[in-house]
């Protein structure tokens, strides 16, 4: 390093002297010898002459700022520096050069270093970040690609000069030798969205000049050939087979990987033995696709129950997760999405309280308030317990004290009413193929019954089974139960007003000979209810879907003639359908198609005023969970995904 030179301080004294030297001289006196009184002395007189008093101040300025101004010159090239001041060190120069592919399968790889400007002390050669080696000259380093060991290699090159070190740029070399293979196959999951094309992914990155012109084929359901690109993606580790037109769904695709002579950089051949299976694909798109790739906490679970909460228009999913394979030891769990995420919430029990397996999970929102209620059962006992849960932000907390059910066979219905406080309809079963169904509204502070035990037949040995609830500013509930006479199924409607239930209109008739499979219920405004079942003839093994509708005023219910939805030939519903209103007074009605062959499809249908519109599929999964948001928007829970149109 260059050390700058003091910065000489001004003496006023060489000021003094110099300007009592340049006035002698401009009165036409020698310069006397330096004496410093008598020039003080001189210099104080009065001039003799006026004619150049203007320029002594000038001059006199001049003189004092050049004595103090630090006269300082540059040596020359070649010239030693100044004394006092070091020799700069030499700045040395390095460069390197390779010689060879970067990806590189046999053959050599060289890389050579050039040092300017001096002669280093010694090369050092930093690989991967370990402990440098020392080059000798001429500064080579030789990979031989055929032994040398797979994986990428950086490469540091610098020179040691005077304890300085001076780096080049970075070099480095990928030595592979291993063929690549096909590590997955996308989509993996149900219900893709029609962006997400059918695409093969590799092992490592594939060279896109090694792609011929057709290397993949493409066909739909029918066999036909779908017009396509081959595209590589995600720095060439992914092969995507693009269509050339927008898909249309419900559609098929399958997809086959035709070309064995792909590469990748390094010139690897594609793995030979490729199976049949790893080298085809299919995905079929469904109108109605998932919202994300994958909303539970583990593979391993599965979405049983969902609800759509956050301020208007209510856009925020939440679902209720179970472990199907193993839901006596493993604790359910709920979700939230934000937009973008899937937010995993707190357990909803502590850890202490996992002695009881939790079931028939089911959650409910109301703004931002989230509901669970899931069934434990006591062994001592052997009764059922209810227990009820709300969110609060950052736990779950008790709505009430469990709910104990002098029961082992329970069935519970959940909704929200006023304040997003829950309101039951409890099934159970007190004796041989006799059952009570019962509502239950928490108040805020507790559990308050509403009215007596609902039922329309004193005999013993009567049944109120498939119960259905919804709740506004009134609870409307429904069941199924048998006639006095025993000879019909009647389906009841109630509504509690007042501090006690009252019929609504008269008891729905069920078709003899038939099975109830489920109830639902809706509310429309101006106090107007909606009711629509599904019911199976077992001998003639045909499903029907009927609705109809009332008023909720007890003095002139009446309900409007029973609307034939779907007559389904040689298919059975289970316990799919769902019912819901949109904004506009419109019901919705879904449902799932099982046929003797497993295969399922999920539908719905609109009511316009004007009538019912035809059909539209959802997926080809069960469906388990149909709602609209605020803006009419659908969401179903299909198979086990949350799915929305496309």
């Given amino acids: 390093m260059r050390r700058r030179a003091p910065r000489p301080r001004c003496r006023l004294g060489a000021v003094s002297e110099s300007a009592s030297c340049a006035e002698s001289q401009l009165r036409g006196f020698a310069c006397p010898r330096h004496d410093s009184r008598k020039s003080s002395e001189r210099f104080l007189m009065p001039p003799r002459s006026t004619r150049v008093r203007w320029a002594l101040p000038l001059l006199y300025l001049a003189l004092g700022t050049a004595a103090c ?78 032994t040398h060991a797979e994986g990428r290699f950086s490469f540091l090159a610098s020179a040691v000069g005077e304890e300085q070190n001076f780096e080049a740029e970075e070099a480095s070399v990928v030595v592979d030798r291993t063929a690549p293979t096909i590590v997955s196959r996308r989509p993996l999951l149900s219900h893709p969205s029609v962006s997400a094309p059918l695409a093969f992914v590799f092992s490592e990155p594939l060279l896109p000049g090694s792609i011929q012109a057709t290397p993949t084929q493409l066909r739909d359901q029918n066999g036909f050939s779908v017009p396509h690109q081959a595209v590589l993606s995600e720095d060439g580790t992914v092969l995507e087979l693009v269509p050339s037109s927008p898909l249309r769904p419900p559609v098929t695709l399958h997809a086959e990987l035709l070309q064995r002579t792909l590469t990748d950089r390094a010139g690897n051949l594609l793995e030979p033995n490729l199976s049949v299976y790893t080298r085809t694909h299919s995905a079929t798109y469904w109108p109605f696709s998932r919202v994300t790739e994958h909303e539970g906490p583990l593979n391993t679970y599965y979405p049983v129950s969902l609800a759509l909460g956050g301020v208007f228009p209510r856009t925020m999913p939440v679902v209720g997760f179970a472990n199907l394979y193993s839901p006596e030891s493993d604790e359910p769990s709920v979700a939230r999405w934000d937009g973008h995420t899937w937010q995993q919430l707190p357990p909803l029990r502590a850890a202490t309280e996992r002695t009881r397996p939790a079931q028939n999970l089911q959650v409910a929102a109301h ?115 048998r006639s006095v006479s025993g000879d019909t199924l009647n389906l009841h409607v109630r509504v509690f007003e007042n501090g006690s239930w009252s019929p609504v209109g008269e008891p729905l008739p069920i078709t003899e000979g038939t099975l109830m499979e489920r109830v639902e219920l809706a509310l429309q405004d101006y106090d107007r209810v909606v009711i629509a079942w599904s019911e199976r003839h077992t001998n003639a093994n045909v499903s029907t879907l009927r609705l109809t509708s009332a008023a909720l005023d007890s003095w002139r219910a009446e309900w409007a003639p029973i609307e034939q939805v779907e007559v389904l030939s040689r298919v059975s519903t289970h316990d799919s359908l769902r019912l819901v209103v949109d904004h506009d007074n419109e019901p919705w009605l879904t449902w799932s198609e099982h046929t003797p062959a497993s295969d399922t499809k999920s539908y719905y249908r609109k009511r316009r005023a004007t009538g019912w519109e035809p059909k539209q599929i959802i997926s080809g999964e069960t469906l388990s969970g149909f709602l609209l948001d605020g803006n009419a928007f659908p969401w179903a829970l299909s198979g086990g995904a949350v799915v929305r149109p496309q």
Avoid at 373 to 400: A, N, S
């Fill in 69 to 146: 101004d630090p006269l300082k010159s540059e040596p020359k090239p070649g010239q030693p520096p100044p004394i006092g001041e070091e020799e700069p060190p030499p700045e040395l120069r390095v460069t390197v050069r390779t010689e060879g592919p970067e990806f590189c399968r046999e053959g050599q790889w060289t890389l050579s270093v050039t040092v300017e400007g001096g002669t280093p002390e010694r090369v050092e050669l930093l690989t991967n970040e370990q402990a440098p080696m020392t080059l000798e000259a001429p500064y080579r380093h030789v990979i031989d690609c055929a």
């Fill in 367 to 481: 703004g931002e308030s989230i509901v669970a209620t899931w069934l434990e059962r006591d062994e001592e006992t052997g009764f059922d317990h209810i227990h009820v849960v709300r969110y609060v932000g950052t736990d779950w907390e008790r709505v009430g004290m469990p709910h104990a059910v002098e029961s082992d066979s329970t069935q519970v219905k959940m909704t929200l009413g006023e304040f997003g406080r829950p309101v039951l309809a409890v099934e159970r079963l007190i004796d041989f193929l006799e059952t009570e169904l019962r509502v239950i509204r928490w108040t805020g502070t507790e559990w308050l019954a509403l009215g007596d035990a609902l039922g329309e037949n004193p005999e013993r040995f009567s049944s109120s089974q498939h119960a259905a609830i919804v709740v506004d500013s009134k609870v409307v509930v429904s069941w199924v139960e």
